[in-house]
């Protein structure tokens, strides 16, 4: 025991006369403390703060930590945290007998937070790959944003395909149109709403108007429920003000497309207001709602009867097609047809929207789709479709991935609504079907989900599941691919969709 004793004092003594001189230092940033062990006596890289005195190639300086001398006692204690300047320090200490030394405060110069937990020699591979996480969380910062990217992708894309078409539109028309007919109130409607967007989601997050995510989704989607929401609020009505303010209030069918988008928009605000009054999902029951879409959807299909509006051919309720189907007749079957198109459509855009961008810049390629299909049959309902293109353009620049805001079921139902009505007061019901592919996509596989597992379970017992999750857009998520690459293939195929769908419009005509 004397031996042991006589040891450590020598010990104690010789660190003394090395560093009789100086009453603190600080232990290097890259200090690692997976290297402590007790042993008698060990020499560190110190950084000593002294009298600015260099020696051994050491900096010197007084400072206000005790150096103690460290026995078999040896110990670390992290319970000394400091959240000053984004340091923390640490105390390595040995016993507290009247002979010790002192102690040493290791102050770690990173900006990396160090794991709070005691670190053994086993555990130094593991606390460095934590570091070298933390390092490459800075990296992502420098990263290109993908939503930043597909949309440029989106908008040029766009912009060619208006700029050909209002090159070529009078050959399409037959009669002189007024130049960027279409890529005018296209590019209005995408300021308007873009600049609009940095006033007023800011004055949603303000109210606390927040998305409320269903506990049935994807896990990762917990992330968006701070995300404000009812973007629509901004988006629907510049829209429809462009598209009313170039072609003026005499146009019968831009009125009529108005009053349906702003009906539907009324029904996905008040589905929205109890959402947040019953703090859930829910909203207006599924029965509900759909007893309200039939209702608009009944009331259009009126509105057309009565109501004198312009068209090529001598009698309505006509279906262009192409050839050799010609012309279609459908009767009264039309406005069963159109309250049909109404649900369908409104449904569609409102289950499309579970991805950031993802209904935004779908309901954009149909809008331009269908604007190029009516253009010979109705020139200002092509401006009503550019008008809402460029709203829905616009409102992508806040809800790109990732996500600023949502345009919930505001946005959803009454983009569903003006694509609705622009296909009933023209008939092209079988290009907006083409061009919506992706919302007839989507709304099938939640038809199909359904279907597939209540049979299952009548024939079988249990129910099974045909995709993962429905709507598809989960069932690609749960299958492994990221949201980005989602949204960017479903603009490719939409952009294929609505070319075909425009061609189609142009060959029925």
């Not at 770690?108 to 937070?113: F, S």
């Not at 108007?209 to 429920?225: D, L, V």
Request: charge should be positive; aromatic fraction near 10%.
């Amino acid at each position: 025991m004397r031996s042991h004793s006589s040891s450590l004092n020598l010990h104690s003594f010789q660190f003394r006369q090395r560093f009789s001189s100086y009453s603190t230092c600080q232990i290097h940033p890259r200090f690692d403390f997976a290297s402590l062990r007790p042993r008698p006596f060990i020499f560190y890289r110190l950084k000593l703060d002294g009298s600015y005195v260099r020696k051994h190639g050491c900096q010197l300086r007084h400072s206000c930590v005790q150096v103690r001398a460290f026995g078999e006692d040896f110990g670390i204690s992290l319970d000394n945290w400091s959240d000053n300047e984004g340091t923390s320090g640490y105390m390595v200490s040995s016993s507290d007998g009247e002979d010790s030394d002192g102690e040493i405060v290791l102050n770690p110069m990173t900006d990396i937070d160090l794991p709070t937990v005691s670190v053994s020699s086993d555990e130094s591979l593991r606390v460095t790959s934590h570091r070298l996480a933390m390092m490459g969380r800075a990296r992502k910062r420098h990263r290109i944003k993908h939503g930043m990217f597909i949309n440029l992708g989106l908008l040029t894309f766009l912009t060619v395909l208006l700029f050909f078409v209002d090159w070529c539109a009078w050959k399409i028309v037959r009669l002189p149109l007024a130049p960027f007919y279409l890529t005018r109130p296209f590019f209005i409607s995408a300021v308007l709403v873009s600049c609009a967007g940095y006033v007023c989601v800011p004055l949603l997050k303000s109210l606390k108007i927040h998305q409320i995510i269903r506990t049935e989704g994807p896990a990762r989607h917990s992330k968006k429920k701070r995300t404000p929401t009812m973007g629509g609020l901004f988006m629907v009505p510049v829209g429809v003000a462009v598209a009313k303010a170039i072609v003026g209030c005499s146009s019968t069918e831009v009125s009529g497309a108005s009053a349906a988008t702003l009906a539907f928009a009324a029904i996905g605000l008040l589905d929205d207001i109890l959402c947040f009054k019953k703090n859930n999902s829910s909203g207006l029951s599924a029965w509900s709602r759909l007893i309200f879409e039939v209702a608009v959807g009944m009331w259009f299909s009126y509105w057309l009867v009565t109501t004198s509006i312009s068209s090529p051919y001598g009698m309505k309720m006509l279906v262009p097609l192409p050839a050799p189907l010609g012309l279609l007749c459908l009767g009264k079957l039309y406005l069963l047809l159109t309250s049909f198109t109404f649900v369908s459509m409104g449904n569609g855009i409102n289950l499309t929207d579970g991805l950031d961008g993802l209904a935004g810049g779908t309901a954009a390629l149909a809008f331009i789709g269908m604007s190029i299909a009516v253009l010979p049959i109705c020139s200002d309902l092509s401006v009503f479709g550019a008008s809402m293109a460029g709203a829905c353009v616009g409102f992508l620049s806040h809800n790109r991935y990732k996500a600023s805001v949502f345009m919930g079921d505001t946005g959803s139902l009454a983009l569903g609504g003006a694509l609705a009505a622009m296909a009933a007061c023209t008939g092209m019901f079988f290009p907006l079907f083409v061009s919506s592919g992706i919302f007839v996509v989507q709304a099938s596989s939640v038809i199909m989900q359904v279907l597939y597992f209540k049979t299952t379970k009548r024939l079988q017992g249990t129910g099974r599941r045909l995709f993962k999750m429905a709507p598809f857009h989960h069932h690609l998520e749960l299958c492994g691919l990221k949201e980005p690459t989602i949204v960017a293939g479903a603009y490719v195929i939409s952009s294929v969709l609505a070319l075909f769908a425009g061609f189609v419009g142009l060959v029925s005509a």
